[in-house]
């Protein structure tokens, strides 16, 4: 969900024009069209079928639920947002292949069982693709580590996807765990680098519109050190080492997204919804961390229980805020957040605080319930608020 080169907010500048040789997609050719509604169904579909397999109501669809779960989570919800954003050039046969190589990899796990080298090859064939179509543009054209990053970030969701399938080959001790933290660590620095970009550009035009000025956000030196925080982590869960040591750089890296939003001055601009929704997701994401450094340092949770507060809501609410805008943009509409909009990033608020309470208090009927379905109808709310954005409907008047 980082800018991609040639978008943007890659710059820092919302109202720059495409770079030279990075003509825009025709609308009929764009991928987010096919990408966003797809992730939105499969997000609000996915979740409720593990909840009813982790009570016993349904027969499991595979051995450890948990982990199809993180995997399609990630694999299958996060990178499906990641490839509707940063797929901006292609054929209309080229976005298709990228697409239908994501279905194949979710109809692969929820379909009869593959061959081994079968469902690897499936798995690993779209995160290869969007290497190919985002990634690799990203490292070809970066000029500084800032824009490389998000090259190098999309190509290690490859090693964590093969690091996945070589412990369910039983290669690997621990591998299948050590895959999904991985996964998981990448999506939340992907998250975080996106602040950098894109929450600072917007923040910085909501407080001009309003009369007032912002020195600095872009915030090098915090970004930075948040990055590096980030990496730290996913290298020792990647190795399973050095717990503590795994929960203090989490730690610092909630602690640097609360500077950030502080020097930000977000409560400035708390009536600028479009500003406010991706604050709320950064904080999100920060609260996320914290709670993951804390359950892992006293031992109060798995890795795995404790991210769900940084990807409930980092990645659900600032994926939908992202989603949102993205299309806006895209089909030229007024940038806002409509009530559609509004309602499903609340609900995805509330699915949050219940999950996490369901980590922290123990995973009740009513609390992994009413978080399922406090997500899913998020989703539900977004998926409308999309078609209609993409039938051409009239929308409510975005708030501002």
Known sequence: MAPAPGHPAASGDEKAPPAPGRRPLRRGFQAFPLFFPAAAVYAAVAVPIWVLEFLGWLPAWQP?????????????????????????KGSRGVILTAFGLWLAGRLAHFGPGLPAPVAIFVDLAYPAVLFGLAGLPFLRAAKSWRNALFGVIVAAFLLAQ??????????????????LLLAIDLVILLLFAMGGRLIAATTSGALQRKGGHLTGAAQPSLERAGVLCLIAVALLDGIQWGLPVTAAFSALAGTVIVIRLVRWQAWKVIGVAEASVLHLGYAWLAAGLLVQAAGRAFDLMTPLTAAHGAMVGGLGVLSLAVMGRTAQQRLRRPLGVPPLLATAIGLMSLAVVLRVLASLAGPTVALLAG??????LAFVCFGVFLLRLLADRPETPPAV
């Open 162 to 179: 093969g690091l996945y399938h070589l412990g369910g080959a039983g290669l690997l001790a621990e591998g299948e765990e050590r895959g």
């Open 64 to 88: 450890t639920p948990a982990g199809w779960h993180a995997h399609e989570m990630v694999f299958g919800y996060a990178l499906a947002v990641v490839g509707g954003y940063l797929i901006t």
């Open 371 to 376: 978080a399922a379905a406090a997500w899913s």
